[in-house]
């Protein structure tokens, strides 16, 4: 295997990574296009392509099995049967596979995969040798003067062309009498860097094609006709031909042309080259065609942790004015008349308004497109049906939706997972579907959008639904419940039973489903997320599921309040509303304290003790904090009400606070904590309780008294 040995070596690799990841991506992409149009001939030139690239980059990073690898395929893709081929798609999908593996061995710096299955796949789309042999010279003659420069060499000349410089393209013809030839390539490239700077060279030293000829992609201020005369050295170089690449838009006029007396061979393979490379063309896949120099320049590669201590100090600066607010504040109650007090109002509010831009500013760099997440999913609903034996269409739907990077990468499991069970469990086959009178093609839709500060992606199929009589069988069955807990379950707490550790309705155990993991990560990954996940479910015509996540995981707006005097805080995008209520008012229904609220009845739960008894014997009153949970409602009931705040949320540890119900504390500016609770934690634990009868009848009670002293705020020790 390759090994890098220097800096920048190792940067160029890392680079050359990114850039194939999203090769191999178009290489799906294409692959799959092409299993639904088969022998269509632009998208068999447009895989080609991108092999091509493919190969040119990994040998420019030392990836040279890879390189070898890609050139084999790109031959076989040369040959005029290879349009026709009927497995040519399926070979497409092998070598982004096999390529994949072999990036990740050189990344990981482990032994290469084996990739004699591909070649002997390879070998069968180029069919009899005899065929490949007459098409090789051709490919010779249309490869052997073409210069296949990578991307990084392509910016480097688009950067040079920017400059003002002239950027050459030089093909010399070694003379055959040269006694020592590879010292003659040597020679001749020493002689052209005084000249200028060499951006590329092909073809790789140490190939036998490097003794006949080389060419060298040049940056220079140096004319064609000098550098014709510079390279036109006695018993080195027999023929030369210099060529000068203007910038896009400039007039053939403009082009300066100059040719050393040359074979007929060399004429016209430079001839065979320009061609080729005109109906080729030079980019890699559709995504990268004829990229814009300037674009390239303004893309600025930076490292998220950066990204992430610029977010931390603009949290830093929320708490600072969070503390010069709460200064002003003071000051205005003791010099209520002081002229000075207006200024210092009129500087706050622009300083806040300068903040809240920049904050916004910060979190749009994090911000990514959510197709970056999505463009994977064709590939693997492809494969998990070939699986299951089933047909299934793909719908994609806000692609262009925006969210924090960090959020997209830790959302890509449970969706991941999400989407197989859309397959192997909702969708059913063909013949199923028609004793329905559904198309034989199921489908899968996966939707993203914003709604008010929250991101909400929903996978959705037009399967059968989830029974909820084989939900609860396979439940008491398990041991999750009990057959008297059976009968007196709603919908949506049957629903919750299929987010249980080990839970499946599956009747045989497959490479897809049956082994009961998958839904309790998405719900354990969402909760540590600050999100949720509700199901909606239609028997007969499919289930969708509905991803709630917070678009950032920095910096929020809050509603305080208090409980048995401790502070505590809650998203105010969750809060629907909030009504005040007398204990009398609340009711005991099926272990659980509800409120009826307009004609709605609203379970309620208690993070603190119930009120003692007044000694007037009044009844007595709290807040109900009515919580928004998708189309499920809950209430907390709080003693006090703070206002509200913007938080900058800082986590806390395991050993600092030992439940899930909160998910970090915040400072407020006269220097008191605020915990930050865990709506998403809640509604489970109440579900559960529910379920498993843990909760307290007399009180409804949610956390145990030892619990609620662990995440007591004056114990959190957080820092500023």
């Known amino acids: 295997m390759s090994q890098f040995s220097d800096e920048r070596g190792a940067e160029l690799r890392e680079l050359f990574f990114d850039s194939a990841k999203e090769l191999l991506q178009s290489l799906n992409e294409q692959a799959l296009r092409l299993e639904k149009h088969p022998g269509d001939v632009e998208i068999v030139r447009s895989i080609r392509r991108i092999v091509h690239t493919l190969k040119g980059?990994?040998?420019?990073?030392?990836?040279?099995?890879?390189?070898?690898?890609?050139?084999?395929?790109?031959?076989?893709?040369?040959?005029?049967?290879?349009?026709?081929?009927?497995?040519?798609?399926?070979?497409a999908l092998a070598a982004a596979d096999t390529f994949e593996a072999m990036l990740s061995s050189y990344h990981s710096e482990d032994e290469l995969p084996s990739s004699e299955p591909l070649r002997k796949m390879i070998r069968e789309l180029a069919g009899d040798p005899k065929v490949r042999k007459s098409r090789s010279k051709k490919i010779q003659a249309t490869t052997a003067a073409r210069s296949p420069w990578t991307e990084y060499e392509k910016l480097a000349m688009q950067a040079a062309l920017k400059q003002g410089k002239h950027v050459h393209h030089v093909i010399a013809q070694i003379d055959p009498q040269c006694g020592m030839p590879i010292a003659a390539r040597q020679l001749m490239l020493k002689a052209m860097a005084e000249v200028g700077a060499v951006l590329g060279t092909r073809p790789e030293p140490g190939s036998a094609e490097s003794a006949k000829r080389f060419q060298v992609l040049l940056a220079s201020d140096h004319t064609a006709e000098y550098l014709t005369a510079k390279c036109r050295v006695p018993t080195i170089v027999s023929q030369v031909k210099v060529e000068t690449i203007t910038a896009p838009g400039r007039s053939p006029a403009q082009k300066a042309k100059t040719t050393a007396p040359a074979s007929k061979t060399l004429e016209s393979e430079i001839e065979t080259q320009l061609q080729a490379e005109k109906t080729e063309g030079m980019a890699s896949s559709p995504q990268h065609v004829r990229q814009n120099p300037a674009s390239a320049e303004n893309i600025l590669r930076v490292d998220a942790e950066r990204i992430d201590n610029v977010l931390n100090l603009v949290g830093e600066l929320i708490?600072?004015?969070?503390?010069?607010?709460?200064?002003?504040?003071?000051?205005?109650?003791?010099?209520?008349?002081?002229?000075?007090?207006?200024?210092?109002?009129?500087?706050?509010?622009?300083?806040?308004r300068v903040l809240t831009d920049l904050q916004r500013s910060v979190m749009k760099v994090r911000m990514v497109p959510v197709e970056q997440l999505f463009r994977r999913f064709p590939r693997m609903i492809r494969d998990v049906a070939n699986q299951c034996g089933k047909q299934v269409d793909l719908v994609l739907n806000g692609q262009d939706t925006d969210l924090d990077k960090g959020l997209l990468d830790a959302i890509a499991e449970p969706l991941t997972h999400l989407v197989r069970n859309a397959v192997g469990h909702g969708i059913e086959g063909a013949a199923e579907r028609a004793q329905t009178g559904k198309p034989a093609r199921g489908t899968i839709r996966l939707d993203a959008y914003h709604q008010g500060n929250q991101f909400i992606v929903e996978v959705s199929d037009d399967g059968r639904g989830i029974d909820a009589r084989k939900v609860i069988s396979r439940a008491v069955?398990?041991?999750?419940?009990?057959?008297?807990?059976?009968?007196?379950?709603?919908?949506?707490?049957?629903?919750?039973?299929?987010?249980?550790?080990?839970?499946?309705?599956?009747?045989?155990?497959?490479?897809?489903?049956?082994?009961?993991?998958?839904?309790?990560?998405?719900q354990s990954?969402?909760?540590r997320l600050k999100g949720a996940v509700e199901v909606t479910n239609r028997p007969g015509q499919g289930t969708t599921f509905r991803l709630q996540l917070p678009l950032t995981l920095a910096i929020i707006k809050a509603l305080l309040f208090r409980v048995e005097q401790r502070l505590y805080a809650i998203p105010l995008n969750a809060v629907a509303e909030i009504a005040r209520a007398k204990e009398s008012d609340l009711h005991q229904v099926d272990n659980c304290e509800v409120l009826q609220l307009r004609n709605q009845v609203l379970p309620v739960v208690r993070l603190g003790s119930p009120p003692e008894e007044r000694p007037d014997h009044r009844p007595a009153r709290v807040f109900v904090l009515v919580i928004a949970m998708g189309e499920r409602k809950l209430g907390l009931l709080v003693n006090a009400l703070e206002g509200e705040e913007e938080l900058v949320i800082k986590a806390l540890d395991d050993q600092t606070v030992q439940t899930d119900l909160v998910s970090g504390a915040s400072i407020l500016g006269d220097g008191r904590v605020v915990l930050i609770l865990n709506l998403a934690a809640i509604a489970g634990r109440f579900a559960k309780s529910r379920i498993n009868s843990l909760g307290a009848p007399a009180s409804g009670l949610l956390l145990s008294h030892a619990e609620r002293a662990r995440i007591a705020p004056n114990q959190a020790g957080v820092q500023p």
Do not use: W
């Open 57 to 91: 980059d990994a040998a420019a990073t030392g990836c040279h099995e890879l390189s070898e690898l890609a050139h084999e395929l790109e031959d076989a893709l040369a040959l005029d049967t290879a349009g026709s081929h009927t497995s040519l798609a399926d070979i």
């Open 319 to 352: 708490i600072g004015k969070s503390m010069l607010q709460q200064a002003l504040n003071e000051f205005s109650r003791h010099y209520p008349k002081e002229a000075m007090r207006g200024r210092f109002a009129d500087a706050m509010a622009f300083q806040a």
């Open 477 to 522: 069955e398990r041991g999750l419940l009990g057959r008297e807990q059976a009968a007196g379950l709603s919908e949506a707490d049957i629903l919750e039973l299929i987010f249980r550790p080990g839970f499946s309705t599956a009747d045989e155990i497959t490479e897809v489903a049956g082994r009961g993991v998958g839904l309790d990560v998405v």
């Open 525 to 527: 990954v969402l909760q």
